[in-house]
């Protein structure tokens, strides 16, 4: 019996999680519910939020799997990419852990976890499979041949696809972040009623900037036209109007070319590759008209098609020790010298 | 100084701006959304040969590159900062006086975080895929 602690500290979230034989057995994220448990307000974004919250989730991830620490055979953390602070926080908790308990020590990228969310439910891909990794901060194409070894087929040049989602919202005057409005709206609109370029990025990597700028000046031209020219802008009041009377459709037309974007390259990348089991992973993959596109693709080109329940689709530790869980199994440990990385290289 | 950018000559004003800033390590970029702060720092990594990704850094607010000489090359967005306070505890403050070239997004949400001998550079759309950019030097 192989029993892991996991921490997950890179970006805004402190996360632990308790994994047996490949079964997640716990999956606690820092939220509301811990704060209410332990009391005291905890800032939302800073290292120190993660050294308030790391001792509280921690405990309440081996309750919640009824394990105790003696019975741990490894502890694991998020080593890159992610905010140094932040990731030091995890990094230090974990080493200082599996020093006092004498086990090993297992470093994870948190984009090879996101790939790996995959192998949590009990209907899962086998290798080898491709996976569509879409965040606020991510956009990747991965091909997985193992649990140990994959490859970055194409990733954003810019932009990724929740910020996409996010900096549309903020143009149309929605709150930060605006991604799930967008979705909520999308599905009240004609995703057909205005049309928005494509971009001509070579190979299978994404860009959302242009996009982003031809928004921008759709909505300050009131519909007219996409591109800056001093005599199409509108007044501030003509724009405002338009987005009211228009939302649902404008909405729904971004996203229907957000995803057309992201499903596009997937498609090409099951044709270069002949791998026909496609996962999706990442926080995007909440959203709803991604999901049933991505469903309805897979059923037409005949894929076998993957979704990660949403609880390990966003940053969590469930994800960082199933991944753990196949390292510990392929014996790949580090020593406590190991230090934490800002940079994405894989 | 002042440069007017197109997509050909995108890499030679970035290659220009490398030269004449060199002594400046931490450069500001005032700009609105959607006029090309993200792309042309993509252009300034490209002539520097950093090999990694080079993204929006919104969502995880400081990105660290490494350029080919071996030097540090930190892309920071402050896009999501409220206030100072913030910045510090993510790690901001750290990094805009490592020494390490910094190119920073959104700075106007901590003005005050900022070195003296920042340079400030600020983008201006001129038409759909032309771009003024205007460089002060602190004196």
Redesign the interface.
Known sequence: MITILAIESS?DETSASVCRDGRILSNVIATQAVHEQYGGVV?E?????HMENIVPVVDKALKQAGVTMQELNAVAFTQA??????LLVGVQFAKSMALALDVPLIAVHHMQAHVLANLIPEENPSFPFLCLTV????TQIVLCESATQMTVLG??????A??AF??TA??LGLP?PGGPLIDKYAQLGNPDRFHFPEPQIPELNFSF?GL??SI??FLRNAGTSL???EEFLKTEEEQKQFIAENLNDICASIQQRIISILLNKLKKAVKETGVKQVCLAGGVSANSGLRKAFVAMGEKHHWKTFIPSFEYCTDNAGMIAITAYHKYLAGEFVSLAVQP?????W | MQYTITKENIHSVANELLQQLKPYKVWAFYAA????K??FI?ALCDVMGVE???????????????AADGSIVYHLDLY??NDE??AI???VE?VLYSGDLCLVEWPEKTPDLFPADTVQLSID?V??TTRRITVKVPS
Request: net charge negative.
């Open positions: 970006c800032p974004l800073a290292s120190r939020a990419p992610g905010l140094i602070g932040s965040s606020g901060g991510h990733e954003t040049i810019d932009d990724a929740g910020e996010d900096k903020k143009l930060y900037s982003k700028t921008l000046y591109v800056y020219k990385s800002a940079r994405a290289e | 959304m959607g006029s090309g993200t792309t993509h990694d990704a080079v993204g929006s850094p919104t969502f995880s607010i400081i990105n660290e590159y490494k999501r900062i306070e913030e505890q993510a790690g750290d759309v038409d759909s």
